[in-house]
């Protein structure tokens, strides 16, 4: 079997808190997919906040503590903490 390796890529995430955040706090791509509801704060009646996030997979659930990672043409999608620890270091 042939094996591969990731290539190096610089990515950019946020970490959800489950807190809501001034606009100045967050980068320009998560406040613009908020606008455009490619990301939706979970329903005031939730028993504990999350996001939706419309992803090229369908719509996929952040939990607090997950990060929303804009990959390299700007599509969106979540990763637990545990996984983005294991792929990812600060660039």
């Known amino acids: 079997m042939t094996k591969f ?13 489950g807190t809501r955040v ?14 455009d509801r490619t990301v939706r704060s979970s329903p005031d009646e939730a028993p504990t ?5 419309k992803t090229l997979d369908g719509d996929h659930r952040a939990d607090i503590g997950d990060w ?6 700007g599509e969106l999608y979540p990763c637990k903490p545990d996984i983005f620890a294991a792929t990812y270091e600060p660039a």
């Not at 390796?5 to 808190?17: D, G, L, M, S, W």
């Not at 001034?22 to 606008?35: E, M, Q, S």
Request: glycine share 2%; no cysteine; proline share 8%.
């Open 68 to 73: 929303i990672i804009q990959g390299v043409k």
């Open 22 to 35: 001034a606009v100045t706090d967050v980068p320009k791509w998560f406040f613009d997919a908020l606008v």
């Open 49 to 53: 906040p999350y996001l939706t996030i």
């Open 5 to 17: 390796r990731k290539r190096p890529v610089v990515v950019e995430a946020i970490q959800y808190t």
